[in-house]
């Protein structure tokens, strides 16, 4: 290891802003992130995920503020960071005529491995995304799961102490999306730590940290289980309850009638609200239309799509005033 | 040069997985060679001609076999009254109009100066001016004749031959150098190479990096350590050598299809032919630091491929072109090649003959692979 000791963080933000002429993507973000960590990286479309992660690449240039990747300046030592970082960007973006051997042969070769170091290295990869049955065939007829572990593949052939990943699950079905999490769970057994972008929640919880902008800014970051406890997530003279009551969309408007529900939201069969310690349980079991014994009532923590929607409907309203 | 190896065999790789590159590259232009080098013939002979004869006698009917017998008339149908006559030429079904006026026998009979009509159409000017020149040729050739005769009759001439015929005071003799036969081939096809080398050159280049950049691989392989250098010259090099190849190709086609031998150093020519071909590879890559996407890199191609066709000499003369447009053909690279071209096959022009546009050569190069190599970054912007 050159550079920083094993406690100093891996990826570090500073204050980092890019901007596209007069449209600001990326606006002031602050984080860091610690070694072996899985960051997860969410906010809506648009919002400057991609953004972030093609500065901490080194392939845009930040407009302002600062960034670095394992102790290297993304402005200065861009290629300092790209031979240490792997990368899988959000579109498939491998050579689609080219077979998948053809493809970890070339990225083997792009970062200087030696040839018995491409055939070794080819080898663990195969075992570890299973893709060595496909070696001969053309990377454009794999399915959309395949080509994202041969993505993945590609991007480990060196390996990279840092893997970047936008949206890596986006589009692919329940399975492989299970499984490309059990191949990042085992790479960050291994001491990698990688940057993730998501849409999916369930994703996010799964991360050992998350981070969270909203149009181009990072409203939260930190632990799962810190990001729920927030304060201003649950107020303290608030609490939140999940309603299991019959045809719950129709009482979801009902609910939100009543003075002092703050939020409601509709989860499944159930309802999921935040109400004031004013409200009590009976007068939610009267608004909601329902016979008292069909209706059940109890506490719950946020969820982590709690802790952002009712974040980021703060800071619209914060912007908006 | 950080990955040169690996984007070099890469490129061959994209090639031996689409060979329909390599049929475009070296097959089209062949065909493309064959075709204008045929097609374009400035040679124009056998110009439709109508004929309106008033007169109708001997010398009228002479007159009109004097213009058939210059083969650059061909009476293509007589009339018998003006609006037929009219007609003819508006309809285009005719570009020339011959009226012999009904006296005309009787005038040149008396001695008196006798009048022929000839409408021809302007609608084509390079028609219209051989037409013109034609026309104005054959009177004067019919009167000289006329002259003469009676120059023999009275024993009287303005100038005689050794061995004392009578004969024209002066005699200008012009004899043709380099293309004795005027073949239009031996002045266009040498021009085609450089228009041809170009076209695919630029195409194949711009192309290359443009479809990285649209398919998101070029992305991928900004966010790897490969060098600049080794990215741009692993580029260019396979194009660089289709390049090269189809310039021999096409060499062999206008020697051995066109008869058009090359007169000066082959050497001399082929390392002017790699000169040429590195400007024609900057262009490339220029275009592929401004298009996004391959439709734009289609219309900027296509934006400096015009001028080349146009303003360099290819077609029109740059001597007749107005002098604004006269000076921007200096910015053209092709302008210097075709040159230097038409100099070493036709001419044997050697290397110091063609300094000038060597130098110019050298400059564009130099200038437009600076430009573009600067243009070229390892960053998304």
Known sequence: ?321 | MNGLWAILLKEFAHIRREPITLFFAFFVPVLQLTIFGYAINTTIDDIRTVVYDLDGREAGRELVAAFENSRKFKVVGRVHDQGSFDYALASGRAKVGIKIPPDYSDRLLRGQQATVQVLIDGSDSQVATTAMNGAALLGLMQSLGRGRALAESVQLAAARDPAGRPALPIEVRPRLLYNPDLKSAHFFVPGLIGIIMQLVTLFLTSFAIVRERELGTLEQLFVTPVGRAGLLIGKLIPYAIIGFVETLIVLVVMVFIFGVPIRGELVLLLGLCLLFLFTALGLGLLVSTLAKTQLQAIQFAFLIMMPSILLSGFVFPREAMPAPIYWISFAIPVTYFLEILRGIILRAATLPDLLPHVMGLAVCCTAILTLSIARFRKQLD
């Open chain 1, 1 to 321: 290891m050159t550079g920083p000791g094993a406690d100093a963080p891996v990826i570090e933000a500073d204050h980092l802003t890019r901007r596209f002429g007069h449209v600001v993507a990326v606006h002031e973000v602050s984080f860091t992130v610690p070694r072996a960590a899985i960051y997860g990286f969410l906010g809506p479309n648009g919002s400057g995920k991609s953004t972030v992660i093609r500065v901490l690449c080194g392939v845009l240039r930040p407009s302002g503020g600062r960034g670095a990747v394992l102790g290297h300046d993304v402005e200065r030592e861009a290629e300092a960071i790209k031979r240490r970082i792997g990368y899988m960007s959000q579109k498939f973006s491998l050579y689609a005529d080219l077979s998948v051997e053809e493809n970890l042969d070339f990225y083997g070769r792009i970062y200087g491995l030696s040839r018995a170091r491409v055939r070794q290295r080819k080898k663990e990869l195969f075992d570890l995304t299973g893709i060595g049955p496909f070696a001969p065939r053309l990377a454009r007829q794999l399915s959309g799961g395949w080509k994202q572990r041969l993505a993945l593949a590609c991007a480990l052939i060196h390996e990279p102490d840092v893997l970047f990943l936008d949206e890596p699950t986006a589009g692919i079905d329940p399975v492989a999306r299970r499984e490309l999490w059990d191949l990042l769970f085992a790479l960050s057994g291994r001491g990698v730590t990688l940057f993730v972008t998501t849409h999916y929640m369930d994703e996010a919880e799964r991360c050992t940290h998350v981070g969270y902008i909203y149009l181009s800014r990072l409203i939260v970051h930190g632990r799962p289980a810190d990001l729920k406890q927030l304060e201003n997530v649950t107020p303290a003279e608030t609490r939140r309850l999940e309603i299991i009551c019959p045809q719950p969309a129709v009482t979801l408007p009902r609910l939100r009638a009543v003075t002092g529900v703050r939020d409601a939201t509709l989860f499944g069969e159930a309802v999921h609200v935040l109400v004031d310690h004013t409200v009590d349980d009976a007068a939610l079991v009267a608004a909601s239309g329902h016979a008292p014994v069909t209706v059940a009532l109890r506490p719950i923590a946020p969820s982590l799509e709690d802790v952002f929607v009712t974040l980021s409907r703060q800071e619209a309203r914060r912007r908006a005033s």
